[in-house]
């Protein structure tokens, strides 16, 4: 029988799409869907992707910390997609804010289990990850953005999380799925420097790998 954990998530991703669409209209500035059709679709597609996800993710993780973790990256994670699909940008509020709830669920476990060695770790490679995206943004700014930064720093807190190999994995997959992109996107434009969206392979390589695992 599903627990009030497994109702509550539930009802929070029906309520993420239209809350995150919202949301990451207001980061950005402007409206991302025009048509109030539009919207519905894109408000109920992001509900249900969370939705989905979320259960697929339960199968894995079980009604554990990482596993509201995952959720909350997974439901911020559609509107960070849109947002870059859309306008090119991962907005630093969205990024703090899926860092930031994280952070928070992480914190609750340590107070319940003690384990304050697991976040410990898991902060500590979220700093060193956004030190070393910042340095390497700053020697190729023109591959690189500041969003790009921010999400590899707030992915590697959820992915330190579950150790060396969790973080060593997912920013593997993440970056590599990331470069494979790149690759087909200059292959399909014919420009070796062509630009293209990044934060949505970031996600969905960093997400996917906890669950591989």
Request: contains cysteine.
């Amino acid at each position: 029988m599903a627990s009030s954990l497994v109702y509550a998530v539930a009802a929070g991703s029906v309520v993420a799409g239209p809350l995150v669409l919202v949301a990451a209209e207001r980061a950005v500035g402007t409206p991302l869907v025009i048509s109030p059709r539009a919207r519905l679709a894109a408000a109920v597609s992001m509900s249900a992707i969370t939705a989905a996800l979320s259960w697929v993710a339960s199968l894995r993780l079980g009604e554990s910390p990482a596993w509201l973790a995952w959720c909350w990256a997974c439901a911020l994670g559609c509107g960070l997609t849109l947002t870059d699909l859309r306008c090119r940008r991962l907005p630093f509020l969205l990024v703090a804010a899926l860092c930031g709830g994280d952070a928070v669920i992480f914190l609750a476990a340590a107070l319940v289990d003690g384990n304050w060695s697991r976040l410990g770790f898991a902060c500590i490679a979220a700093l060193l990850v956004l030190t070393s995206a910042i340095a390497v943004q700053m020697l190729a700014p023109e591959h690189t953005g500041g969003g790009d930064s921010a999400l590899y720093g707030a992915l590697a807190l959820l992915l330190g999380w579950f150790g060396w190999d969790g973080l060593l994995r997912g920013l593997l997959i993440a970056g590599g799925l990331t470069a494979l992109v790149g690759v087909a996107v200059a292959v399909w434009s014919r420009r070796m420097k062509s630009s293209f969206p990044a934060g949505p392979s970031l996600l969905v390589g960093a997400l996917a790998s906890v669950l591989v695992t």
